[in-house]
């Protein structure tokens, strides 16, 4: 067994304001160029610790507000479907929105609007780092545990990992792949677990599901 | 564990008091003084009689401080407030030196506490100015807003900017509240506690009670809003709203409410919902006394539909606190009722008294509806509206004040 046991973390996000407010399409185009890496990260993946329903009908909050304010139905679409887990780096994926929206603007009529008070505010979050005390040793404790891992734990591990480590890899299968060979396959399951288009309630759940059926089955 | 975190972990889950066991360690031994200027009466009060003693518990120095003043100076506050939520409202000169003066003469009061805190909050504005009094400030002060300023009245905002301008960070409930400032600005939603009298569980009989107390009948649909006399409440439109549903279905309404030693205007409006009332023999307006907790309790579980029609809310914890009890909220478009009134999901949010009764018909005829958003409504605000959520985000955010800019902050290792 590897010398090196898998540290459980948590973390908790405090959301701050960058301070750019946008009414317009055109606006929300100058906001996004403006906007720090931080607040487009926010947008995708903060998300997913802040207060919300968790049952949201689009996948970022630029697709929702573009859908709910603008009720420009077919750009929400478009934004909503971008998945950020394609994109190298930030700078990729804020590049994709700009082009989106762009192209909306190109073919509108005229410059959608919202209400005063439906702005969309960009905002940004920092992260704490907490220590929950536990270790594993051993990969076949990954079941049970991740299983009783709080939501924070989820998205320090599977989300936040991937801006985190040169790799760009969740912390799970980087740990297996660091076992050496014996876990690969797990390994490649946990890396195909869809981190985007779902709660980090489901997240826990399909992950808890993929450690319970490689360790029964083997 | 002390018993009163204990208790928590039955509500709110053992990771949430984990959560604030980790992020207390940091801050072991800070003083931290809450500053604002009512002890009873409104949301603010209402968050620090709890928050005050768990930070307590949490192993920090934490006091409380309310300012106090004459009628003049409550006058100018209680302006600032309705022109930071839009109003356009010039207050004079005098006002405005009444303001400082009693600012100033506050900071005497308890200079030494505010000059040596670590971590000073100060909320809203009417304690605003007193950073204007303590120029050898050892902590990091932070101006807490709990109003909706999405579109303040600029003169007085400019006024009072002058004052938040200079403190460390400011927090509003919501990032559409937040304004040009050039220091730290966090988004931290107010919460309600789940363990005080206004939100525990209640037996049947006393939930019961209120309507033979309070002369209602138990055969009709209940109707309640709960919240100060407060033009921005809009009771009247409330009123407007039940006398459309009644045309159709038999109800009943309840507008239950209280003043605040802050709040000068309560009377008079009072005295136009009682006037708007009368001769309405369903509508019932109750005036109950600040620590009338459980009765709003119990009014709360009583009603089919709770009502929360405001033209302007910095958060509305009387939102939070229905749905915690299961109950599906009609509520005004606009501030912070938007994160807790998912429209069609956990309530409708709506602006006007048309829509208020075009939603309430439907609820009243949709039983099944209703159950649905009540179970709703009570999941979201474990998740995200009770008060160790909201503790944890000030811890949060002191131990991200003493770590300057950095985005990430490992205390793992502390």
């Given at each position: 067994m590897s010398a090196q046991p898998f540290h459980v973390k948590d973390c908790a996000l405090i959301a701050l304001s960058t301070g750019i407010a946008v009414q317009t399409l055109r606006e929300f185009r100058e906001g996004l160029s403006l906007a720090p890496a931080s607040s487009i990260y926010h947008h995708f993946w903060g998300r997913f610790l802040q207060p919300r329903f968790d049952e949201p009908e689009y996948n970022n909050d630029f697709a929702a507000w573009v859908y709910?304010?603008?009720?420009?139905k077919a750009l929400a679409e478009r934004l909503s479907v971008?998945?950020?887990?394609?994109?190298?780096?930030i700078e990729g994926l804020r590049g994709e929105l700009i082009d989106r929206v762009e192209e909306h603007l190109d073919l509108s009529e005229w410059v959608p609007w919202s209400q005063a008070d439906e702005q969309f505010h960009f905002m940004y979050s920092k992260i704490l780092v907490m220590d929950t005390g536990r270790c594993l040793e051993d990969p076949r404790l990954l079941a049970d545990s991740v299983s009783r891992m709080s939501l924070g734990s989820i998205f320090y591990h599977f989300i936040d990992a991937r801006r985190r480590t040169p790799e760009k890899v969740d912390d799970f299968s980087a740990w297996l792949l660091s076992l050496g060979e014996d876990y690969q396959d797990l390994a490649a399951a946990v890396m195909a677990v869809d981190p985007y288009f779902s709660s980090l309630k489901e997240i826990r759940r399909v992950l808890s599901l993929c450690f319970s059926r490689y360790f029964k089955e083997d | 564990m002390s018993s009163l975190l204990n208790a928590y972990t039955s509500v709110a889950g053992e990771d949430v008091i984990n959560h604030l066991l980790q992020l207390s360690k940091p801050l072991a031994g800070k003083k931290v003084l809450h500053v604002n200027?009512?002890?009873?009466?409104?949301?603010v009060a209402e968050i620090l009689h709890k928050l005050v003693p768990l930070m307590a518990d949490l192993g920090l120095d934490v006091s409380w401080e309310v300012i106090t003043g004459q009628p003049d100076f409550y006058k100018c506050t209680k302006s600032f407030h309705n022109a930071l939520q839009g109003h356009r409202i010039t207050v004079g000169t005098g006002l405005l030196e009444v303001y400082e003066k009693t600012n100033r003469e506050n900071a005497e009061r308890f200079e030494d506490v505010l000059r040596e805190a670590d971590f000073v909050f100060i909320h809203d504005p009417q304690p605003a100015a007193l950073i204007d009094s303590?120029?050898?400030?050892k902590g990091k002060w932070i101006w807490r807003c709990h109003i909706?300023?999405?579109?303040?009245?600029?003169p007085i905002w400019k006024y009072l900017r002058d004052y938040c301008a200079r403190y460390d960070a400011s927090i509003f409930s919501l990032p559409d509240f937040a304004q040009r400032l050039s220091h730290p600005q966090y988004i931290i939603a107010p919460s309600i506690d789940p363990l005080s009298e206004k939100n525990i569980s209640l037996p049947a009989g006393e939930v019961n009670e209120v309507f033979s107390e309070f002369g209602l009948d138990p055969d009709l649909p209940l109707l309640v809003q709960v919240s100060r006399f407060d033009r921005f409440k809009d009771p009247l439109g409330v009123i407007e709203a039940f006398m459309q549903v009644r045309r159709h279905v038999p109800c009943q309404l309840v507008l239950a409410g209280g003043g605040a030693s802050d709040d000068p205007e309560g009377q008079a409006v009072l005295e136009e919902v009682l006037t708007a009332a009368s001769g309405e023999p369903d509508v019932h307006v109750l005036v109950l006394p600040p620590d009338a907790h459980r009765k709003i309790n119990a009014l709360q579980r009583a009603a089919d539909i709770v009502i929360q029609k405001s033209t302007r809310e910095g958060f509305g914890l009387t939102v939070s606190e229905a749905m915690w009890k299961a109950r599906p909220v009609v509520g005004g478009d606009t501030g912070g009722i938007r994160i807790q009134v998912i429209d069609h999901y956990t309530g409708f949010r709506v602006r006007t008294p048309e829509g208020a009764a075009l939603r309430i018909r439907y609820l009243l005829h949709h039983k099944d509806k209703r159950l649905e958003m009540g179970k709703r409504a009570r999941r979201l605000v474990r998740e995200n509206f009770l008060l160790t959520r909201h503790l944890r985000e000030y811890m949060a955010l002191m131990i991200s004040l003493m770590n300057g800019s950095q985005d990430r902050i490992d205390i793992s290792t502390s």
């Open positions: 709910h304010s603008l009720h420009e971008i998945d950020p887990t394609e994109f190298h780096d | 200027s009512t002890r009873e009466g409104g949301g303590i120029p050898n400030r909706d300023c999405s579109r303040p009245y600029r």
